[in-house]
């Protein structure tokens, strides 16, 4: 890694904080690393207070209460207050499950302003199955009611793979009979259990290509009624997309126990040591962290991102995807046409795609905690 002398970073845009790891859903294409962190390692409610408060005086706008089900925490709604009297736009990033009317109304009083509910299929069997928890579908539908009753604006957040790309356009028609404002349609991102489960989860290309077109009829049908975001399959795509928006550039993510990452898969990548917000404040981490300046900017690239015209378009890609499938985090995420791994991860994407491997790992809290 190069280092460089770069002046002083804008400041983040978002926090992204992981409250807990713990959750009731066993999705196998999740983004939380393979080992996950206990309770008893959990960042208390003062320590995650100070932290939304040096967030907003480091000028960041939103923040992110995520998790696993961050709702696990006892203390869910004294932090949406106090993120929202900081000054925060805060969202909550939840599957549903447990979270109640009466929280639900709790937390809209404590200032909640965004609510994203996470489906993991588009009827109740696949959605029961993929989310590995039996009765989640009620659950979750019952959710969304509350939200909206509660005034706040709700997104559909829909991941999607091979089991569930056919069910493209039923969850455009669930967001819209629950009153959704926004369906986020995402494609797997394959980190963490999701590349673990890589051969099972991977769409073949014609149907993709089939479901974008599928989403481009409906936008335009749904015009003023419902926004649909699409994340279309990286190893399908000619460019990659700028992961997290830029390394250190426009977000901070915080892992339960307070590890401050430039994105949720950061760790993976050796040689970087992550400040806590135990011991540093998020302002010194953001401006100081070398792990926060390994990659902020372009000094840090190879050809072809170094003489790229697009190097400040995507900026290179995603890191933890380079280093995972080229072994340098350094190089042309493969997602891109010019990487020259492109063409092999292709051609790995379309053999996995043809497969039939279904066997899907789940991902187990407990089993790993208790292990
Ligand atoms: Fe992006 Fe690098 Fe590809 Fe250029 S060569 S489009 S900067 S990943
Ligand atoms: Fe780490 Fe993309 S997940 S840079």
Known sequence: MTAHTAPPPAPPIGLLVELTH????G?????????????????????????????????????????GEPTARRDIVELTSHASQSGLYTNLI??????????????AEAGLDHAQLSFQGADKETNDRLGHYSGSWERKRAFAGYVTTAGMPLT???????????????????AVELGARRLEIAHTQYYGWALANRAALMPPRQEVERSIAL???????????LVIDMVIPDYYARYPKPCAGGWGRIAINVSPTGKALPCHAAETIPGLEFWNVRDHSLGDIWRLNPAFRAFRGTEWMLEPCR?????????????????????????????????PDHERIVATATAESESGREALRWRSYKQKVEA
């Open 156 to 174: 559909i957040n829909a991941v999607i793979h091979r089991a569930n790309l056919h069910q493209v356009g039923a969850f455009i028609e669930l």
């Open 307 to 339: 003489s790229c015209d697009r190097r400040e378009v995507d900026w290179g890609g995603c890191r933890c995807q380079a280093l995972a499938l080229t072994g340098d985090a350094r190089n042309a995420d493969p997602a891109c046409h010019k990487s």
């Open 22 to 25: 713990r959750c009731p859903l």
């Open 94 to 107: 939840t599957s549903g499950i447990g979270v109640g009317e009466k929280l639900t109304g709790e937390l």
């Open 27 to 67: 999705c196998p294409y999740c983004s939380n690393p393979l080992a996950l962190e206990r309770p008893g390692a959990e960042l208390d409610t003062e320590t995650w207070k100070r932290v939304f408060g040096e967030a907003a005086a480091l000028g960041a706008l939103h923040v992110h209460l995520s998790g």
């Open 215 to 225: 989403v481009e009829e409906a936008r335009a049908r749904l015009k003023g009624e």
